[in-house]
T-cell receptor, first 114, second 109 residues
Framework: ETGVTQTPRHLVMGMTNKKSLKCEQHLGHNAMYWYKQSAKKPLELMFVYSLEERVENNSVPSRFSPECPNSSHLFLHLHTLQPEDSALYLC?????????????FGPGTRLTVT | GQNIDQPTEMTATEGAIVQINCTYQTSGFNGLFWYQQHAGEAPTFLSYNVLDGLEEKGRFSSFLSRSKGYSYLLLKELQMKDSASYLCAVTDSNYQLIWGAGTKLIIKP
C-alpha cells in the first residue's frame, strides 16, 4: 500500500463521453502530480499542484482538465477524448515540489478511448 | 532538447549481477532518481543521487557522474522478483522530472 489511491482502476469511454479520474493521498504531502504512461514511452508529466496551486501545465490539450480541491485530492476531468489518449494515467504525490523529494505513485487508471 | 537514454531491455540470470545504464542531457541538473515498476503496478522509489559517487542500499547501488551525464543502477544477487522495469529520471533546472522510457529487466532461472 503506497498511500496513494486512484479510482477507477479501469475505464472505457467513448469519444463523446465525460468522465473524471480521482486520486487521493493519505501521506500528508503538499504536492500532487498527474502523469500519462504509454507503452514503451517515458512518463509524461501533465500537471503539477503544490499547496493546491497549479505549478506547471506541460502543453496538455484542453480536453484534460485538472482540479485540486485540497492537498489530499486531485481530479482529472476528461471530455471529448481521442483514441490516442488511451494510456495508463498515474497520480503521484511528494512531500513538497522540489528537486530531492521522491514521488509516491498510485496504481493508475487504465483508460481506453473507443 | 532534454533526453534520457537507457537500454530498452536486458536479460540476466538469477543470482548474478546486472548494471543498468542511464545517460542524460537536460537543461540543468538537480538530482537523479531510479524507480522500479513491476508490470501492472505503480513505480516505486529506489534511489536518489545528487552528488558524484556510489550510493549503496542493500542489494541495490546507484552511481552518478555529473560531468559525464551518466548514472547506473547495480543489482546484486538477482532474484526472480527483480524482474521489472527500471526507470531513470532527472530533475532539471526548473525542478521538473524528466523520465527515461525505462529498462525492462528479465531474470532467468
Amino acid at each position: 500500500e503506497t498511500g496513494v489511491t486512484q479510482t477507477p482502476r479501469h475505464l472505457v469511454m467513448g469519444m463523446t463521453n465525460k468522465k473524471s479520474l480521482k486520486c487521493e493521498q493519505h501521506l500528508g504531502h503538499n504536492a500532487m502530480y498527474w502523469y500519462k504512461q504509454s507503452a514503451k514511452k517515458p512518463l509524461e508529466l501533465m500537471f503539477v499542484y503544490s499547496l493546491e496551486e497549479r505549478v506547471e501545465n506541460n502543453s496538455v490539450p484542453s480536453r484534460f482538465s485538472p482540479e485540486c480541491p485540497n492537498s489530499s485530492h486531485l481530479f482529472l476531468h476528461l471530455h471529448t477524448l481521442q483514441p490516442e489518449d488511451s494510456a495508463l494515467y498515474l497520480c503521484a504525490s511528494s512531500q513538497e515540489h522540489g528537486a530531492s523529494y521522491e514521488q509516491y505513485f498510485g496504481p493508475g487508471t487504465r483508460l481506453t478511448v473507443t | 532538447g532534454q533526453n534520457i537514454d537507457q537500454p530498452t531491455e536486458m536479460t540476466a540470470t538469477e543470482g548474478a549481477i546486472v548494471q543498468i545504464n542511464c545517460t542524460y542531457q537536460t537543461s540543468g541538473f538537480n538530482g537523479l532518481f531510479w524507480y522500479q515498476q513491476h508490470a501492472g503496478e505503480a513505480p516505486t522509489f529506489l534511489s536518489y543521487n545528487v552528488l558524484d559517487g556510489l550510493e549503496e542500499k542493500g542489494r541495490f547501488s546507484s552511481f552518478l557522474s555529473r560531468s559525464k551525464g551518466y548514472s547506473y543502477l547495480l543489482l546484486k544477487e538477482l532474484q526472480m522478483k527483480d524482474s521489472a522495469s527500471y526507470l531513470c529520471a532527472v530533475t532539471d533546472s526548473n525542478y521538473q522530472l524528466i523520465w527515461g522510457a525505462g529498462t525492462k529487466l528479465i531474470i532467468k532461472p
